[in-house]
């Protein structure tokens, strides 16, 4: 069982950025590629990024490729997701996820955390 738990949402204005951090627990994390996703109201879930377990790979949505970046220290159970160049269409709860293969897909993700909330003022 792995447990994730969000932090370092808030409220920035357009062209800010944010570091949203993801820490887990328990031993296995370096076996899990990690995703963030996001989901604005009124709007499906969306996959934002992914890492693989040794970080060497990571695959981003189109619209926030070059503006944000993931990484993981596996050293201290924790992803991360930098997000510079924010804008107000980046509104959204942002939760990290846990998956045995690295993949887009949300369904095939096994842990989910409870979410953080973004919000960018225009």
């Known amino acids: 069982q792995v447990q994730l738990v969000e932090s370092g949402g808030g409220l920035v204005q357009a062209g800010g950025s944010l570091r949203l951090s993801c820490a887990a627990s328990g031993r296995t994390f370096s076996t899990y590629a990690m995703g963030w996703f996001r989901q604005a109201p009124g709007k499906e879930r969306e996959f934002v990024a992914v890492?693989?377990?040794?970080?060497?790979?990571?695959y981003y949505a189109d619209s926030v490729k070059g503006r944000f970046t993931i990484s993981r220290d596996n050293a201290k159970n924790t992803v991360y997701l930098k997000m510079n160049s924010l804008k107000p269409e980046d509104t959204a709860v942002y939760s990290c996820a846990a998956s045995k293969t690295m993949t887009l897909l949300a369904v095939t993700y096994d842990y989910w955390g409870q979410g953080t909330q973004v919000t960018v003022s225009s």
């Open positions: 890492i693989s377990r040794d970080a060497y790979t990571t």
